[in-house]
């Protein structure tokens, strides 16, 4: 895969503050990669180094092929960057906030073109004041596209969206990629980690601490499944702790979850026992490990490895 982003040991500090610490990530041309962590973690100083908008202290950081610290101008040209939508100015419409984005770049695309492609055609002439969260993040989106950008940066691009609006932002940032286009995300949504992007970057305290693709991290940090249910009877702990792949059992007012390493075959053991006790389970439900557990899970690791 052609690299499109490449950053070797950058650092970065303020004061005494260090907010990149060796930071050493390269990003594929068509990739969606995804930049999850804490607040303070450092997502936003490392893009604004990748975009050209602050200098990191050492190491190197290159987009494009071209070192952003010789060549930002040109660099801005060709990528594209999602600003809050409150950065926009309210009182025009939006026709001519496309007109004014568009004059900053020496090439641009018909607005038309991104307009069809965002379903945007009826709000051309609407004032960006009276557009709902939804469509001011489309507007956002636009304008992000106006030079069409090999690269898109996009900082919390659901933030505020409701369910229906997060799932059309999604499906459009997959039809971005499947442009060609490379688009870096950074997220508190682990949802959309897992959903959405190729592969994710897991920092903390401004080191990279896991990089993988969101199926990956789940396997090797998601933890155990779990299955949780009701009961009339209170089965005793040592009997389901002793069922097939348990791990681990949770013990609720009136819900028990069972932690396993095998889902398959401790549903089986469950049910075979629930049968022959002749107990009642409802309202089951099963919960695969999920990018929130390894965000969890990392994370903490990181508070006892500094605490
Ligand atoms: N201009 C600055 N001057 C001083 N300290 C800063 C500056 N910008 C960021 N920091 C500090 O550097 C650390 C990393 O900040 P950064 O904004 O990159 O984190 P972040 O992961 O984007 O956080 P958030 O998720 O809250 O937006 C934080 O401790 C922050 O307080």
New binding site residues.
Partial sequence: MQTVIKLDNVRKH??S?V??DDMTITIGKGEIFGIV????????????IIEGLRLADSGSATVLGKDVRKHADEIKQRIGVLLQSTSIPERAKVKEVFALFASFYKKSVDPHEITRFLGLEDKQNAYVKSLSGGWKQRVSLALALINDPEIVFLDEPSMGLDPNARGEMWNIIHRLRDDGRTIVV?T?YMEEAETLCDRVAV?DK?RLIALDTPKNLIAQLGGTKRISFKTDVRAAKETLSALAHVVHVEWGTDLVKLHSDDMDQTLKGLFQLAAQEDWLVSGLRLEDASMNDVFSKLTAQERGNTE
């Fill in positions: 303020y004061g503050k907010a990149l962590g804490p607040n303070g973690a450092g997502k936003t100083t490392l893009i604004e950074t508190h920092i401004g």
